[in-house]
């Protein structure tokens, strides 16, 4: 039996996130598990037991993305996780630098409406499968 990879989608718009959720299914490489918010996720965080992708949206209720990096950025189980950002904000316009997103664990920066779901797709598939991360 093949051992699917774990993704954590942090996605509030339940609309974005079945398209995403259908469009990274498809490949049947992966097991998604969604959080609606930054509590739901860091819920989800404690109960799996091996994570291997985060994708993040930044806009989330409560509390929000960059909280949520902050938070998991400190505990020694989750700060090596790598994560996508999947935001509306351009990269530019949030002004935060590469070097203190990569400080996050963020590896890939995606804006939202450029990114249609089989691109998200390519850029997972090229992380995980194409990197070997898998255990």
Do not use: C
């Not at 079945?18 to 959080?35: F, M, P, T, V």
């Not at 790598?82 to 630098?97: H, Q, R, V």
Request: proline letters at 3%; a negative charge; hydrophobic letters at 45%.
């Amino acid at each position: 039996m093949k051992q699917l990879i774990n993704i954590l989608l942090v996605e509030d718009d339940l609309w974005l996130a079945e398209l995403y959720i259908e469009a990274l299914q498809s490949n049947g490489n992966y097991r998604i598990h969604h959080a609606r918010d930054a509590e739901e996720a860091l819920e989800n965080l404690d109960a799996l037991k091996k994570l291997n992708l985060i994708i993040l949206d930044m806009f989330l209720p409560g509390h929000n993305g960059l909280e949520f990096l902050h938070e998991i950025a400190s505990y020694q189980d989750t700060k090596d996780i790598p994560i996508i950002l999947l935001t509306t904000i351009s990269k530019i316009e949030f002004g935060i630098d590469d070097e203190r997103w990569r400080a996050y664990g963020v590896t890939k920066y995606l804006h939202k409406p450029d990114t249609k779901p089989y691109q998200l797709v390519s850029v997972v598939d090229e992380l995980l499968l194409n990197t070997k991360m898998v255990n």
